[in-house]
């Protein structure tokens, strides 16, 4: 299934639905995703008018939905600064990124004077809690989840707002992904049921000092 694809065409039904004023909107460029140099210039300038046309609206946050190896890093980022000065986005995301790429990214903003990224798709909270940057997580596929009698998003919501290393008090947060108001209802309902047991906060922790050597950290680098 094309995300990206599935993603536009949803944009023009939430433009008629007014969601644009009454939600904030998130959106991305393909980046390695897309073959033949994704992020160049070209593409992110072709992309980010897609959808203006398809939201009317500008967006909190704008990610690069993986690295683009065949693109120059500096060609990416200077389109992504053009549309930054155009006013489309308020926040720059990466998603994919691998933590030396993410260092690279933000190094090279810094020393241009380009938008810092400050949103990352990365398991890698604590080391770059201090940059102000917010973090999502893939639901765990264990058995976990059956035994303890909770679907695999419940268990992995409420893995990350009683058991994680996210601490609000540091401005941690858990953005929660769904495509229906009843799911999201029923998301919050099982965030609000409370912490796990503790076998499963255990198991969880086990199955992670597993794999944690060979476990890629986001879909891009299976």
Not at 148 to 156: C, I, N, R, S, Y
Not at 174 to 196: A, D, F, M, P, R
């Amino acid at each position: 299934m094309s995300g990206i694809k599935v993603v536009f065409d949803a944009r023009r039904s939430w433009a008629k639905a007014g969601a644009p004023r009454r939600f904030t909107i998130d959106t991305k460029t393909r980046g390695g995703f897309s073959p033949n140099g994704g992020a160049s210039k070209a593409n992110i300038a072709g992309e980010v008018q897609t959808s203006k046309e398809r939201l009317g609206s500008n967006v909190d946050i704008l990610y690069i939905h993986a690295p683009d190896a065949n693109t120059d890093l500096e060609e990416t980022l200077s389109a992504i600064n053009e549309v930054y000065k155009s006013g489309f986005f308020e926040r720059f995301g990466l998603s994919n990124y691998q933590a030396e790429d993410v260092q690279k990214v933000y190094d090279h903003c810094k020393a241009k004077g380009y938008p810092l990224p400050q949103v990352y798709i990365k398991e890698i909270i604590q080391q770059l809690r201090g940059s102000k940057s917010s973090f999502f997580s893939p639901l765990c596929r264990a058995n976990i989840a059956n035994d303890e009698g909770v679907t695999k998003a419940d268990l992995a919501y409420r893995w990350m707002r009683y058991s994680s290393p996210l601490k609000p008090e540091h401005g941690d947060a858990i953005i929660i992904g769904v495509s229906k108001v009843e799911q999201l209802k029923e998301t919050i309902s099982s965030i609000n049921s409370g912490s796990l047991s503790e076998n499963a906060v255990k198991r969880i922790d086990q199955v992670w000092e597993t794999i944690k050597h060979e476990a890629p950290l986001d879909n891009f680098h299976l």
